[in-house]
């Protein structure tokens, strides 16, 4: 019998493993793959602190500051370097610039260091930024990322016990949870299910319904390049396109609208991605981007994540849905949701985004999700 049984081995369910092994709770990871073998292992490291809602913001404050420390928070045989090269969201119209400037006045009154630019300004922060089709944006400087964040993924699985074993079944027997695995057994007091869109299927046998779905998303990758050409991630919503230059030299680019099939779709978002650099990023208009990623969002229909208690279900807990942002907001979600667990006093996050309120009608859209 173990205190608590975490399904899932990607940076969520690690982080809540992990933060309950430090409030001296006995913890049993149960994965069916790999240790970061879904979404947390092609995800590209950003971290970012600017978002549109309360919870959102907070939730990366705290994350970002753990992050800013992680060579010390998470022991580990390499480095992490957590790289602040700053994000700049880029306006083309006076309607994308407001909402803009409303995210920033959320993410200042939760204590983030972001402001909004001009132009001329947004040209100093990004050097080789084309400006000529901008009326500004906004800016983070704490903002950045991990050039290895597999490395990240595999640092807060240090120490726990993580076992590959499938998840076949969950079933509730007096004070403790039943977890089957095709390994055997395991019990526990309480259970947290951090599986991604997995999550749906075990919760639907107890007749738990989640709304969380599989949405593709897309990456490319240059091969490395000796000369530094971007530093800053830019990114502009309204063209769908996002860039960075990532310490190995290689340049990662997105269209943010890339959905679908990728032998039908790649060549256009390639194609979209050289036509914005053009505008923006002339210094990009020549890289190759010969290299697709796949990956892929759990996403809820607000775009915010489902985390806390299973009305219903004593002692089972859920962390999933993150919609692209898992990896940025880990540190804090795991603290709270471990903290849940083990019957701490509730984080007031856990009653803005739990699974009741789809139901009842009182969704938190999240209106920054690149």
């Not at 001296?24 to 600017?50: D, H, K, T, Y």
């Not at 001009?118 to 040209?123: G, S």
């Not at 709304?211 to 830019?234: A, G, I, K, Q, W």
């Not at 907001?329 to 009653?351: H, K, M, Q, S, T």
Request: net charge negative; with cysteine.
């Amino acid at each position: 019998m173990t205190d608590l049984v975490v399904v899932g081995a990607g940076v969520v369910g690690l982080a809540v493993a992990r933060a309950a092994r430090e409030c001296g709770a006995s913890v049993v990871v149960l994965e069916r793959n790999g240790i970061g073998s879904g979404q947390s292992g092609v995800q590209p490291g950003g971290v970012r602190q600017q978002w549109g809602t309360d919870v959102a913001t907070r939730l990366a404050r705290e994350s970002a500051a753990f992050y800013a420390r992680s060579d010390e928070m998470l022991p580990f045989p390499l480095q992490l370097g957590f790289q602040r090269c700053g994000y700049l969201f880029v306006a083309h119209s006076a309607a994308a610039l407001a909402r803009l400037v409303a995210n920033v006045e959320v993410q200042r009154r939760g204590g983030v260091p972001s402001r909004v630019v001009d132009p001329a300004e947004a040209a100093e922060l990004v050097p080789g930024l084309d400006v000529a089709n901008i009326v500004g944006g906004t800016w983070c400087p704490e903002d950045g990322y991990f050039d290895r964040p597999q490395s990240v993924v595999e640092a807060f699985a240090v120490g726990l016990d993580v076992r590959i074993a499938e998840v076949t079944a969950l079933r509730h027997e007096g004070d403790f949870w039943v977890v089957r695995t095709p390994a055997g057994d395991v019990t526990a007091a309480r259970v947290v299910i951090a599986a991604g869109v997995e999550s749906r299927h075990l919760l639907a046998p107890l007749g738990v319904e989640l709304p969380v779905e599989h949405e593709d998303r897309y990456l490319f990758l240059s091969t490395p390049l000796r000369e530094r050409l971007l530093d800053p991630l830019v990114v502009s919503a309204e063209r769908r396109f996002a860039a960075k230059q990532l310490a190995d030299g290689r340049v990662l680019a997105s269209d943010l609208g890339a959905t679908g099939d990728a032998e039908t779709g790649a060549q256009r978002w390639r194609a979209n991605i050289r036509s914005v650099a053009r505008e923006l990023l002339p210094v990009l208009e020549y890289v190759d981007f010969s290299v697709l990623v796949h990956g892929r969002y759990d996403v809820t229909p607000d775009r915010q994540p489902v985390l806390g208690h299973v009305p219903g279900h004593d002692g089972l807990l859920l962390a999933a849905g993150f919609s692209g942002h898992g990896f940025m907001i880990a540190p804090a979600v795991g603290r709270i949701v471990a903290a849940a667990a083990l019957g701490d006093e509730p984080d007031p996050a856990l009653e803005v985004l739990d699974l009741a309120r789809f139901a009842e009608g009182r969704p938190v859209p999240e209106p920054q999700v690149v």
